[in-house]
């Protein structure tokens, strides 16, 4: 319990939201990929959450959510990152699609992360 892959390729805001995790919510396990081919493999792995971003070389997010998807992952557990407005993302998201789309440079939008990453936490510490 507590997995979370994040794939994004900007090393800088990766970094950053990596280090925040593992600073406040030690109990959960942080994985990255910077490269969506890479991601590929990663995700036919157990994942409790899934962070993509959006816009990506080579294999953009919504690719990668359509594959995570095929891969069993449940669309409860998959957050979308991206540099785009609210309105873009939901209508390439629409709501129920999965849990969040997501402004990443926004400081507004960490409270929605946070209350994911407490919830997560919350549940590693009961695990056995």
Do not use: W
Not at 55 to 74: H, Q, S, T, V
Not at 102 to 109: P, R
């Amino acid at each position: 319990m507590g997995k979370i892959l994040i794939i994004d390729d900007d090393e800088t805001f990766l970094g950053i939201l990596c280090g925040y995790i593992r600073d406040y919510y030690p109990l959960l396990d942080v994985e990255t990929c910077t490269s969506p081919m890479t991601a590929l493999g990663a995700l036919r792995g157990p994942v409790s959450l899934l962070l993509i971003d959006l816009e990506m070389p080579n294999l953009d997010g919504m690719k990668l959510f359509l594959y995570a998807r095929e891969c069993g992952i449940d669309k409860n557990r998959i957050v979308i990152l991206s540099g785009r407005d609210a309105d873009y993302l939901h209508e390439q998201f629409p709501m129920g699609t999965c849990l969040a789309v997501l402004n990443k440079y926004e400081v507004k939008q960490k409270a929605v992360l946070d209350m994911i990453f407490n919830s997560m936490s919350r549940k590693a510490a009961l695990a056995p």
